[in-house]
């Protein structure tokens, strides 16, 4: 007798999918700041858990719901620790380091700032401050390397890292303070953090910005000529042109939301530009590129 029975339905689960919705919620609970951007600087150390995913999926093929259970646990277990690393960095006292320059004869500056994990404000210093810039770095240490030459200021700031290889905590930020009334050049690449640059009362010729995941809040010079580059990937960023500066805009972004004021910025093929931008005093020429990010700017 011929035997019919059924054979038994096995059902293969992809452990891409099961990452990729991972993924997609740490960022929803990031873009709703429910967790910090800082927690990548965890996640990254972490991939090793994903080796074992993988082998585990090579070892038995094809998955019962018990193991598809276990994995979903495993790769949550990796946000669970990031987490308690977060919980316990923030009891630990802050570490807090300052510089300066003065800024003498200087008629120029060059800055640049690599960062990554944590929080970076911006913003000009007072209008009677003799120095070039001020810095205040919180929860490791801030590596300031600052040289002159020919009455241009180059300055270059990088964490160091001295004590807290993991930190991702919400406590770790630095605060920069540049001069007005001086021409800046200005390069940033920064990852995982929150980002508020206030440029409206300095006088800024060129920004080039690297931002990987993470917020970023940029407010533009209110005077002056400026050209910026941007690049994002899986951010948000939310740029404010004050009120009488012409700019040109052109953004492309593979996947991802733009959202500008047409009111102020007719679109005009592929940019976004001021009626009166060729001849406009103070104007800003920007472009922005990137994927998997969210733009506005008005």
């Not at 810039?133 to 240490?141: H, L, S």
């Not at 004590?163 to 770790?172: A, D, N």
């Not at 690449?189 to 910005?209: E, G, H, K, Y």
Request: proline share 4%.
């Amino acid at each position: 007798m011929a035997d019919h029975t059924t054979p038994s339905r096995k059902t293969k689960i992809s452990i891409t999918g099961i990452i990729l919705i991972f993924l997609g919620v740490v960022l929803l609970l990031q873009n709703l700041n429910l967790l910090p951007w800082g927690l990548w600087a965890m996640l990254w150390r972490l991939w090793p858990v994903l080796l074992i995913i993988f082998g585990i999926n090579l070892i038995f093929g094809h998955y019962k719901l018990g193991r598809v259970v276990f994995l979903i646990l495993a790769i949550a277990a990796i946000v669970g620790v990031a987490v308690g690393v977060v919980v316990w960095q923030d009891q630990l006292p802050p570490i807090i380091t300052t510089d300066s320059a003065l800024r003498d004869d200087l008629q120029a500056a060059r800055v640049e700032m690599d960062f990554h994990a944590g929080q970076l404000n911006l913003s000009p210093l007072p209008s009677a401050s003799l120095n070039l810039f001020e810095t205040v770095a919180r929860g490791d240490g801030m590596r300031v390397d600052f040289r002159r030459q020919d009455r241009v200021g180059h300055l270059y700031l990088s964490s160091t890292w001295a004590r807290r290889l993991y930190w991702v905590g919400r406590g770790r930020g630095w605060d920069v303070k540049l001069a007005r009334g001086i021409p800046f050049s200005l390069a940033i690449n920064a990852a995982a953090i929150d980002l508020s640059l206030d440029f409206t009362f300095l006088q800024l010729t060129q920004l080039d910005l690297e931002l990987d995941a993470g917020n970023c809040n940029i407010r533009m010079p209110s005077q002056g000529v400026m050209s910026a580059d941007i690049t994002v990937s899986a951010a948000n960023i939310e740029i404010i042109i004050p009120a009488g500066v012409a700019a040109r805009i052109k953004v492309d972004l593979t996947v991802g939301s733009v959202r500008i004021d047409e009111s102020r910025f007719p679109r005009k093929g592929n940019y976004y530009i001021s009626p009166n931008f060729e001849d406009a005093e103070n104007r800003i020429s920007l472009a922005i590129e990137g994927a998997a990010s969210r733009v506005v700017i008005k």
